[in-house]
């Protein structure tokens, strides 16, 4: 899908938790810290998160061998409690997340737009990856 000449990118999953399990997971940095890693050799090393339209977050993302790192952050525009989160990242992207509670299910969804230095599929393997891991630790804590 392309809005205004930019590249849509959409990943999701369902998780086996209840909607505020799965809400409480993604906003919360002490959750945050334990999930947030395309692969086993990066972590995130510290987390904020004000979820209000107009707060920021802030990940921190190394690799593990300490070789390279950068945050991750941005300010959120839109917030319904266990529903809906948009949010704008530090380079002007936007990103939508939509949580859609199903009983002791949750379909988690993002969309963002694609950014033009890695492949739509590299950009698309890396998101899908990281909510691949938030599944796995919503399912096992």
């Not at 990066?42 to 950068?70: L, P, Q, Y």
Request: no cysteine; charged share 30%.
């Amino acid at each position: 899908m392309e809005t205004q000449n930019k590249k849509i990118i959409e990943v999701e999953t369902t998780i086996n938790a209840p909607v505020k399990k799965v809400w409480e997971h993604w906003t919360d940095p002490k959750h945050i810290v334990q999930w947030n890693h395309a692969s086993a050799d990066w972590h995130t090393t510290r987390a904020e998160n004000d979820v209000r339209v107009g707060g920021s977050f802030v990940a921190r993302m190394e690799a593990k061998d300490g070789s390279f790192g950068f945050d991750f952050g941005g300010v959120y525009d839109a917030v319904i409690i266990n529903k809906y989160i948009e949010y704008t990242i530090g380079d002007g992207r936007k990103v939508q997340v939509y949580f859609a509670d199903d009983g002791n299910k949750t379909n988690v969804k993002e969309s963002f737009e694609a950014e033009s230095t890695n492949s739509a599929d590299m950009q698309k393997a890396g998101w899908q990856s990281i909510l691949d891991n938030f599944k796995k630790y919503t399912e096992t804590h």
